[in-house]
């Protein structure tokens, strides 16, 4: 199976950034397409980002389209997004997820990490 840990989180004001980070074991982990979920208080969890396992295909929720950019280092079995000029709308509880079709719908993504709190203040 794949494990999933995530990390990165935090606070930050209106406009800043953050970057998480998820760190990935098991060896079909370069076969997964990726993807950032997030899950505000009292929402269900929505689709962010996703990156197929080349690397070479991303798609961004359109919300966050411009501002978040997602990546993936196959040998470092490691997937990051980069969050830039963040909202309060940003905040949430943030997943990486991984699975094996190419989708924006949660229910088809089979491994998931533990989660990272972002919350953007002001």
């Known amino acids: 199976q794949v494990q999933l840990v995530e990390s990165g989180g935090g606070l930050v004001q209106t406009g800043g950034s953050l970057r998480l980070s998820c760190a990935a074991s098991?060896?079909?982990?370069?076969?997964?397409?990726m993807g950032w979920f997030r899950q505000a208080l009292g929402k269900q969890r929505e689709f962010v980002a996703a990156?197929?396992?080349?690397?070479?295909?991303?798609l961004y929720a359109d919300s966050v389209k411009g501002r978040f950019i997602i990546s993936r280092d196959n040998a470092e079995n490691t997937v990051w997004l980069q969050m830039n000029s963040l909202k309060p709308d940003d905040t949430a509880v943030y997943y990486c997820?991984?699975?094996?079709?190419?989708?924006?719908?949660?229910?088809?993504?089979?491994?998931w990490g533990q989660g990272t709190q972002v919350t953007v203040s002001s």
């Open positions: 997820a991984g699975g094996f079709t190419w989708t924006r719908d949660v229910r088809y993504y089979d491994y």
């Open positions: 098991g060896r079909t982990f370069s076969r997964y397409t």
């Open positions: 990156i197929s396992w080349s690397g070479e295909s991303t």
